[in-house]
């Protein structure tokens, strides 16, 4: 007899709909892992109103607090997409009622709030897992293989990340990214918490031992970040480079250069389509003497994925859950320690910025 699946709590709706309905839709693509029971909202007549089965089961319990998805005992584990200087508070909360914990990026406003959730989550023996999806997709995992062969692409030499959109008047003057009392991280802590997981993953997760902002960051008039990038060094030579901005538009890149292999993509974050993403690869290249051209030019790679990376996403979380919770497992710490160092690097990038462009070495 097949197990139920892990049962998803929701804390928070109101400015988050669209997010939620599209998370709700991918919960429903992998039905026998994990099904949506509750959903915590302040708003509850706002998210009442605007709930309907095409979106949200019927099942789906509407709480107006979010302490009683916390105490609801059919709840296994919750997902917390709330702006990052309220989310260390309830996901301690959360990992406190033994509670499994999906934190959405930026998972918190420093380094400091994110080790108290990690703590709580170590301390009741839940699972945390951040919100990344691209991690998820079958493409990443073909991408590692290359970057890890010394054959096709040698020594990581230097990485390149982009990731940028174009945010609307209404966007920019009243969403919570960039309301210094709610998030304060803006564009660094939305588009370059990708850029910098990006980087750290074709370094596999190495961290850099500095990091230098570059000039040209711009701000909104409450001071949050709208656009900026950094330099970002390591002791053993390989550098990268990021730039992130909701003023910008939409881009996606990656590009990693080893000794002898280069890697390019162009849709990183979210692939061009559902359910097949592309990824170029070289090795070996090298110019023709003439007529000028290249030898061993790039090639592209699809990848095709039965769900989309959402889906994934939840389908991965809910079977470490279900480890946890019915075979007994032990934690994946692999998770944790991958938001850390992201956390650490988006920590240094903004002191770097607030101390005009100066050099700051990296926590640990």
């Known amino acids: 007899m097949a ?24 919960i429903a ?34 709480y107006e607090s979010y302490e009683a998805v916390l105490d609801d005992p059919d709840v296994d584990a919750v997902y917390v997409p709330l702006p990052a200087k309220l989310q260390p508070e309830w996901a301690v909360a959360v990992a406190e009622k033994k509670k499994h914990v999906l934190l959405e990026k930026p998972v ?43 054959q ?17 008047p209404e966007f920019l ?35 850099p031992n500095s990091v230098t902002a570059l000039p040209g960051s711009v701000f909104n ?33 990656i590009t990693a250069t080893g000794t002898k292999g280069t890697l390019q993509v162009h849709d990183f974050v979210i692939p061009f389509k559902h359910y097949t993403a592309s990824y170029s690869t070289a090795s070996g290249s090298c110019l023709e003497e003439f007529p000028t051209g290249w030898k061993a030019r790039p090639s592209v790679h699809s990848v095709v994925s039965d769900l989309p990376q959402e889906a994934l996403m939840m389908q991965k979380f809910a079977g470490l ?17 991958m938001s850390r160092k992201t956390q650490l690097v988006l920590d240094a990038v903004k002191i770097s910025i607030e101390k005009g462009c100066e050099g700051v070495e990296v926590g640990s």
């Open 3 to 26: 197990e139920p699946p892990i049962r998803l709590g929701i804390l928070g709706y109101g400015e988050i709909s669209r997010r939620l309905s599209k998370l709700s839709k991918a």
């Open 29 to 62: 693509l992998v039905p026998n892992h994990i099904t949506l029971v509750a959903i915590g909202s302040r708003r509850i007549h706002k998210a009442t109103a605007i709930t309907s089965p095409e979106v949200f089961p019927e099942w789906v319990k509407m």
């Open 108 to 150: 918190a406003p420093d380094v400091a709030e994110l080790d108290r959730v990690l703590a709580a989550c170590e301390a009741n023996g839940v699972q945390f897992m951040d919100g990344t999806l691209w991690v998820h997709h079958p493409r990443t995992a073909e991408m590692e293989e290359f970057i890890s062969d010394r």
């Open 152 to 168: 096709r692409f040698g020594q990581v030499k230097s990485i390149h990340t982009c990731f940028t959109y174009y945010a609307n």
């Open 173 to 207: 003057e009243n969403d919570f990214r960039l309301k210094p009392d709610l998030d304060g991280l803006g564009a660094l802590g939305d588009a370059g918490w990708y850029c910098i997981r990006a980087i750290l993953w074709a370094a596999d997760y190495q961290l």
């Open 221 to 253: 008039k409450a001071g949050v970040i709208l656009s900026c990038g950094a330099s970002l060094i390591w002791e053993d030579g390989k550098a990268a480079t990021f730039h992130c901005s909701v003023l910008s538009n939409l881009t996606m890149e």
């Open 321 to 337: 859950v279900a480890g946890i919770k019915r075979n007994g497992k032990e934690t994946d710490n692999k998770w944790p320690t």
